[in-house]
């Protein structure tokens, strides 16, 4: 396998920083490239980021403060590192804090990509540039599985802003050369993550006696996807450039499961808790799978992380933190 320059924008992130470990693990180079731009609420979640910024140290990868908006500035960068490939994960990757203040939510998302866009047409740049987008994009789910060419429907500025650049990226593409792949991830979780998804915030709760709240009678279906699973799928968009080039890939666990199935889980390590349901918001769209045949089928993809061992590990890794 040929090692890649790979520079990663937002990884100081939770995708971003675990991605950096996982290809530096498999040999790759790797720069991030970072503004700290965290919406830190506690103590416990700065600890997270000292760890994250600890561990990418450990593996000698370096990390550059920069805005990417600052299309001068990621210019500079690319020119200096030179990357074959580069991974976008810098946004406002929470679609709550974007319905609040859409203005910055769109200002992050998508002026940092039109940054790193303008940079690379600007050096005429042959890197293969990874977007990683969102289940988001496909609005409220027409079917209980989609896949990547079903229509696209967002029914929030953050679902909007995701596919924005999604078809910015493939603009510049097709107007200036840049090879490119599209990712499009779902529920995510893992460990040192702060952007208080449902999975984090149950154990959290619950570990601070403060119970959780369950959107209507916890039948709402989601994809959740272990952070691991990921980072292998990522690594083989990247690894075989011929095969995933111009291509958009779901990559999740590849099942949904429903909110119940969590609390099952969560009863069996903590017992009991308590349980209050909310009326759904009409912000969020409905989801269910994301088929995960094409990026199986043409990149060897196997999730081996279903939620009973995924969640059940971050549980117990929860436990070993002092909260
Ligand atoms: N976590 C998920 O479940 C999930 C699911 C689907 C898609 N995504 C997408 O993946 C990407 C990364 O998500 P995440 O969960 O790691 O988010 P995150 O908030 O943990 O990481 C984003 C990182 O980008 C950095 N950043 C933001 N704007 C920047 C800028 N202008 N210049 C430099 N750095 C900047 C932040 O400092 C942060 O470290 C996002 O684009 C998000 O929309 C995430």
Redesign the pocket.
């Known amino acids: 396998m040929k090692k890649k320059k790979i520079l990663i924008?937002?990884g100081?992130?939770?995708?971003?920083h675990h991605l950096s470990l996982y290809l530096a693990e498999r040999g790759h180079q790797i720069k991030v490239?970072?503004?700290?731009?965290?919406h830190i609420t506690n103590q416990q979640y700065n600890d997270f980021i000292i760890e994250r910024i600890t561990l990418l140290k450990k593996k000698t990868i370096p990390l550059e403060i920069?805005?990417?908006?600052n299309s001068d500035r990621i210019l500079k960068l690319i020119k200096d590192f030179e990357p074959d490939t580069l991974i976008h994960?810098?946004?406002?990757?929470?679609a709550s804090l974007c319905h609040i203040d859409p203005n910055e939510g769109i200002n992050?998302?998508l002026m940092?990509f039109c940054g790193v866009l303008d940079a690379l047409k600007k050096l005429g740049a042959n890197v293969h540039t990874i977007y990683?987008?969102?289940?988001m994009v496909y609005g409220n789910f027409q079917k209980t599985e989609m896949r990547e060419n079903d229509s696209v429907d967002p029914i929030n500025v953050y679902g909007a802003s995701?596919l924005s650049c999604e078809i910015l990226l493939k603009s510049y593409s097709r107007s200036y050369g840049i090879p490119f792949s599209i990712i499009r991830?779902?529920?995510?979780y893992g460990e040192r993550?702060?952007?208080r998804?449902i999975t984090q915030i149950f154990i959290e709760n619950i570990m601070q006696g403060k119970g959780i709240k369950v959107v209507g009678s916890g039948q709402t279906l989601l994809d959740f996807t272990d952070i691991r699973d990921l980072c292998q799928g990522t690594s083989l968009v990247i690894e075989n450039p011929t095969k995933s080039t111009n291509q958009t890939f779901n990559i999740t666990f590849g099942n949904a499961r429903c909110i119940s199935d969590l609390l099952d889980i969560l009863q069996k390590e903590f017992g009991k808790f308590s349980i209050e349901h909310i009326p759904e918001n009409p912000t969020t769209p409905r989801r269910g799978t994301l088929v995960i045949d094409k990026v199986v089928e043409l990149l060897g993809y196997a999730p081996c992380h279903p939620l009973e061992s995924g969640y059940r590990d971050l549980i117990r890794w929860y436990k070993n933190q002092s909260l």
């Open positions: 924008t937002g100081l992130g939770f995708i971003g490239a970072d503004c700290f731009y965290h920069v805005d990417v908006r994960l810098a946004a406002t990757a929470n992050m998302g940092s990683f987008s969102s289940s995701k991830p779902s529920a995510l993550c702060i952007n998804r």
